[in-house]
């Protein structure tokens, strides 16, 4: 099948004054991305080959998110607010390019998959000039009707001006709509303002459209799909569907959690088989998680790579840079940052580990630090294969420790360690006999 090319418009140009927030609307993120670049994930996805992005002024943050994650995004300049067709026209000269196919898309709508968009495609793809996508809702008071006609959309009607039997109808405007490149501009530039807003809607493309003899229709997604944010509260509502639906993937594809409703997932988790997840874990962005991994309650992770049968937690943190190979064991109050767990190598306890290599099978004692940083540069530590890091010791960075060698519990090791060397730092104790019984006696006796 030859290849379609497609055009995607983003509207993002909103501030979301509702949002009560200096931060665009669209840069607001859910699942640790924002908005806009959820959206463009899902257009990357599609297969769509440009993006226009439509902002403000002074809004270059918003394209820097987008291209994150679609590497064809260009701005598009809204100065002025009237209209979705407008604001779709502030792209004139990307859409003077012919496409195959145009997807005007929403930067808060960030649930859109890929799939749907792909759906919408193939109905251009199919002869159709215009697609709308709609949902259907138990509660369609608000919503615009789509009204269909023998398998034909013949017009979106605003729910003010339904008859009462259109606003019986409960199959609603999602506002996503896709084009005929052929035909989208001749329609954009026939949209008038003559209403109570004076604003150029989008809409009225599809009554454009079937009075010139071209080919309407409608296609269905689920109604939390097409959910929109303009507010704080909708923001937690959209991030509560997301989880539930990552929650609901996870455990289709081989994941168990124990209590579902308190594990969150980042846009981009990706999780193997056989994995056990208990209360209370966050997923940040950037992990991975091999098969057979067992996770117990109360964990973080972000930008972190998990081996196959390694076992955290509870209370771990892993920080970004962090890489555990195959078997490898994290226990609880256990902080990682950018160093490489080698197989096998144990970490039990209430420990920190940052800019280090810990070799495989190494046993790290609790309360072990590397001292990695002098305020002002980082320092690695590296601890061969087999080594034993006594508890309660502090490795001062750049340290070496080499294969096998122990280091005694209570040590500040500044030196490097040779293979299968013993090392501690340990003070002869002072034991003065019955001192502490005379300290009493004359503290009691002070007291009187």
């Not at 949902?135 to 789509?146: A, I, S, V």
């Not at 949209?191 to 229709?217: F, H, M, P, R, W």
């Amino acid at each position: 099948m030859t290849h379609r090319t497609c055009q995607a418009i983003i509207l993002a140009a909103g501030h979301g004054t509702r949002m009560k927030s200096k931060t665009p609307k669209v840069l607001h993120k859910i699942a640790g991305l924002s908005m806009v670049g959820h959206v463009a994930h899902a257009a990357h996805q599609a297969d769509v080959d440009q993006v226009a992005l439509i902002v403000g002024p002074d809004m270059d943050p918003v394209l820097q998110a987008a291209r994150k994650m679609h590497p064809s995004v260009v701005a598009c300049e809204q100065t002025e607010r009237l209209g979705t067709a407008h604001a779709v026209l502030a792209a004139r000269e990307a859409l003077e390019e012919a496409k195959d196919d145009v997807i005007v898309l929403f930067g808060d709508t960030p649930l859109l998959r890929a799939e749907t968009i792909s759906s919408m495609r193939e109905k251009l793809a199919e002869g159709f000039d215009v697609v709308v996508l709609g949902f259907r809702t138990e509660t369609p008071d608000p919503y615009g009707r789509l009204l269909e006609s023998d398998g034909n959309l013949v017009a979106i009607r605003e729910a003010k001006d339904c008859t009462p039997e259109e606003f019986q109808i409960n199959f609603c405007n999602g506002g996503i709509m896709g084009f005929s490149g052929a035909h989208l501009l001749e329609l954009l530039d026939k949209i008038e303002n003559n209403n109570s807003q004076g604003e150029y809607y989008l809409t009225d493309a599809v009554e454009l459209a079937n009075a010139q003899g071209l080919k309407v229709t409608a296609i269905e997604a689920p109604e939390a799909e097409l959910q929109g944010v303009n507010s704080r509260a909708h923001l937690a509502k959209v991030e509560a569907t997301f989880q539930q639906r990552a929650r609901q993937e996870a455990m289709e594809n081989g994941v168990t959690l124990t209590a579902p409703e308190t594990v969150f997932f980042a846009y981009d988790t990706k999780l193997g088989q056989d994995i056990t997840i208990e209360p209370n874990v966050f997923f940040a962005p950037g992990v991975t998680v091999a098969d057979n991994v067992t996770i117990l309650a109360n964990c973080y992770f972000e930008d972190a790579e998990i081996g196959e049968g390694c076992a955290i937690g509870p209370y771990a943190r892993l920080r970004p840079g962090t890489v555990l190979e195959a078997k490898a064991k994290v226990g609880n109050f256990v902080e990682i940052k950018k160093s490489l767990v080698e197989e096998g190598a144990k970490v039990n306890h209430l420990t920190y580990i940052g800019d280090a290599r810990i070799g495989s099978k190494a046993n790290i004692g609790a309360g072990t630090i590397t001292c990695n940083y002098d305020g002002f540069n980082k320092f690695k530590t590296d601890i061969g294969k087999g080594a034993f890091i006594g508890s309660n010791t502090s490795l001062v960075a750049p340290a070496t420790i080499g294969d096998g060698a122990i280091i005694g519990a209570g040590s500040v090791i500044t030196d490097p360690v040779n293979a299968d060397d013993l090392a501690f730092t340990r003070a002869r104790p002072i034991i003065k006999a019955g001192w502490a019984a005379q300290f009493r006696y004359k503290k009691s006796k002070d007291s009187k």
